[in-house]
């Protein structure tokens, strides 16, 4: 049995599928800073068989939390005379142009922490001044003094040659051996010294606390069962738990990327290879972009980034996801200009949304829902007081506006929809696809309420919502093969390319690789894909490219470059035929195939009259209030068409249609929208 959990900031989400191909979920309150706590008690609230339990695969929220909250450990940087400032420099690159008071990121390594070492590699990776050790004992004692937990190594050109790097980490263990180290050259393989710095640093920086987490949750898992454990990665692969604890900031995104994962799976099963997948928990809002049943996965990774800050880049391979502050818990509450926002603020698990009575005064996303009548009080766990959430909205929102509270309840709404249509447009339009040629996929906790109405906006004609929606992500691990991705800067120009030169090079990665795998204790079979990122002679931004496996010739390089005027025209709108082109680096993608859970058709043959549960007043935008009537998600009907207003409820979501729109059932249990959004068919 599979069995795979996903930490949310809300609440922890467990699925399985039982003996009868059924799927099994259960939910419970995330328990921070302890989560390995949450995941225990909701395996044990779920009432899986611990025994029958082969897989157990893990998404967190660990590493991007401590980050983002600035909990990692106090970090060291070691890196060739000259170039400690690396992180200060940054780039020049400012996204707020014309802010005379624009600052750069502040480092996570503070100056008198980074120290040099004497040493220098050219850029073919040869040898110009030998390591010299000499001074790196006083070094470390310094940093010991200092409280150091964790050392960042990166040295200039050690992508090429790592053997420096490889030298002083050995030195470091056996003078240190409780210190947590990183060298460059394990976490990337690319070129770009700042890039590279900055990831190594961010590695050894939530090395003991993801180590830390991990460990806790081996332990306490050893004492249930004994299954091998695997943790999502960023890349929508997962990895072993050791392999996980070396580099976990592949595990950055490790929870989001598994529901876009499990989008193209599910994608790939009803004949829709163009998606948008979209998540909405109860901290943020996550959107990604599938083409052609293909993730898009780059190492142009940053966190923090946007108009006004420069972020900082991480260069390992992540799923694309744009993600915002927007979720069910989400506060919303007034600018100092007295305008209405909602996020990037949220309640959480505690105390939570005002509707929880754990103590929460602000009023969030969820209780405007319940304010409406979107939600019901009597699907939460607890008792819910709506009066308790009228005075709240009043006091903070309405009150301000000289409105009633389920105006602003409905303003909270469309604020919130306003901030995510926002990231659906970043991920689709801003990037050159038009949203009409795509269907949105939609899940978490929060998904299935919004999507109707931000798809119809957005122009998507369709919108699926997944059987298991409210644990979807978590679903999609259940799908997931095991991954390692590396990518080796390897510039040349595509003319006059050595062919047996490059395959040498190709074989090189893929037999590392393999090795990794075989020392996880993966006996899986192996498939390898290969790509390669390329551009014009002179330009700085490249584009990646499938190729094909095997040695090449002249045939299989005019169809590369081809292939990439084509997807270079598609992202700048435009190509040069007669350029000069180069390779910039080889990128190999290792799947450690495993054995995984079908999707079993499910036919219900119900009367619709068996799934309606009562008619309940809504308050919807223009309209006001509709008696709206609400149906129960198990009991729908397959194929059955409702006509909007309706609601479709399910345990932990609910999904809204408005007046124009239609929903049924598909054969698998999904819940599937016409928006009705008119489609030109010629696109």
Known sequence: MRVATDIGGTFTDLVYIDKNDDVKVAKSPTTPPDFEKGVIDVIRKSGVDYTQIENFIHGSTVVINAITER?????????????????????????????????????????????????????????????DLSDLKTVLEELKAEGV??????????????????????????????????????VTMEWREYERTSSTVLNAYVKPIASTYIDKLDNELQKMMSSRNYIMQSNGGTTTFEHAKDLPIHMLESGPVAG???????????????????????????????????????????????????????KVPVVDIVEIGNGGGSIAWIDEVGSLKVGPQSAGALPGPIAYGRGGTEPTTTDANLLTGRLSPVNFDYPVDLSAIEAGITNKIASKFSISAVDAALGIIRIANANMLTALKLISIRKGHDPRQFSMVAFGGGGSMHAAALAKELGVKKVIIPFASPVFSAWGMLMTDLRQDSIMTYSKPL?????????????EIENRLWQQFKEDGVDETII????????????????????????????????????FHEQHEKNYTFRLEDASCEIVSLHVTAFGKVQKPTINKKENTNAIEQSFKEVRPVYFE???????????????????????????EEKAAVTLIEQGQTIHADIYGNLIIDTGVLVDEQL
């Open 149 to 186: 937990e964790a050392i960042a190594i990166a040295y200039l050109h050690a992508y090429i040659n790592p053997d420096h790097e490889l030298r002083t980490k050995e030195y470091i263990l056996q003078e240190w051996p409780e210190v947590f180290v990183s060298a460059s050259h394990e």
């Open 495 to 507: 003319d006059g390319l050595d062919f047996d030169a490059t395959q040498d090079k190709w074989l």
């Open 260 to 314: 876009v994962y499990g989008s193209a799976v599910l994608g790939n099963e009803i004949g829709e290879s163009n998606i948008i997948a979209f998540d909405i928990g109860g901290t943020t809002a996550k959107c990604s972009l599938i083409e052609k049943g293909e993730m898009k996965v780059s190492t142009d990774y940053y966190i923090e980034k946007n108009s006004y800050h420069a972020g900082y880049p991480i």
């Open 622 to 648: 223009q309209v006001g209030w509709v008696d709206t009537p609400i149906y129960d998600r198990e009991s729908m009907p397959t194929g059955h068409l409702l006509s909007g207003p309706a609601i479709i």
């Open 71 to 131: 909990k990692g450990v106090k970090t060291a940087l070691i890196t060739t005379q000259g170039f400690r400032d690396v992180l200060e420099i940054a780039r020049g690159n400012r996204p707020d142009l014309f802010n005379i008071r624009y600052e750069k990121p502040v480092p996570f390594v503070e100056r008198y922490l980074r120290k040099e070492v004497k040493e220098r590699l050219n850029s073919k990776g040869e040898v110009v001044l030998p390591l």
């Open 528 to 563: 390898f894909s290969r790509f390669v990122d390329i551009r014009y002679s002179g330009q700085e931004h490249t584009v990646k490219i499938p190729v094909p496996n095997g040695r090449w010739v002249n045939e299989t390089l005019e169809h590369i470059k081809q292939s």
